[in-house]
């Protein structure tokens, strides 16, 4: 299959084309840099520039959308002593919710105008609304499965939001098939020391991403297999670890952290995260193999 990957020099990305290249795939990159190792034909693109992107699509069978433009408060946000996150930049994030939404529609656009035949396109359990709240929220139900409501408050969930119902709009239109990912937070090795630190405690960046997280290598793995994937419409996965990050019992962090949610469902057991990635396993014969946490 030839596959266009869009942000293919980022963190993911860089994953993504090594699996797709070492799985017979033919791929080219575009991004606004090229990384340290180009192991494809790689091209400095601006994507938030339509007509660009249709020339680079036009021999495509499919893309893979990870693009984008990283929010600094889903990195640096959350205030530990008051367990909340905290959005000073209003006006820098609309500029960067606008230029993350410009990149998501001219991508969509230029694959339609290009006759792609098959799209993945990256999104996140941000989109719930429990990752980076502006106020208080709790899940209605554990684990959260793709069926629960979604509630983004803060710009980079909702940027999530508005592309996944982009890309249901374009594939209701075309028939063309689009595969959302909803990926947990995207670590390496190189967070293992990280991860081991926050094993200490459970409420280092709160209880919103429901202690979840996914190996790059993994989340790389779920996107060859969502290309792969013989399916229809719109469909949305959440792709996540089957560990959790404190590598602890998860019934027993919901029943000390999250007491409140009283609905507790199949699934929350042993020492996986908050969200269910049974459909995933179902559906596109995922499951996440590597853990980062001992």
Known sequence: MRVVVTGGSGRLGQFVVRELFTHAHAVAVLDRIKPRECLCPTYVVDLTRLPALVDHFKNADAVVHLARIRFPY??????YATQS????????????????????NN??????????????????LAIYGLYYPTANLLPDYLPVDEAHPLRPQDPYGLTKLAGENICAGLSAKSGVPIVSLRFAGIYTEQHRAMLDQRKGDPLVRGTGALWSYVDGRDAARACRLALE???TGHQVFNIAAVTNLVG???????ARYLAAVEDRRAGLNGNGSGYSVTRAKDLLGFE???SLVD
């Open 85 to 104: 996150w905290l959005f000073d930049d209003i006006a820098g994030d609309a500029e960067l919710f606008n230029q993350n939404l410009a990149i998501t």
């Open 248 to 254: 602890r019992p998860i019934d027993e962090l919901a």
């Open 74 to 79: 889903t990195e640096k946000g959350f205030d």
């Open 229 to 231: 994937a013989n399916l």
């Open 107 to 124: 991508v969509l656009a230029a694959a339609e105008l290009a006759g792609v035949k098959k799209l993945v396109c990256g999104s996140s």
């Open 288 to 290: 996440a193999k590597l």
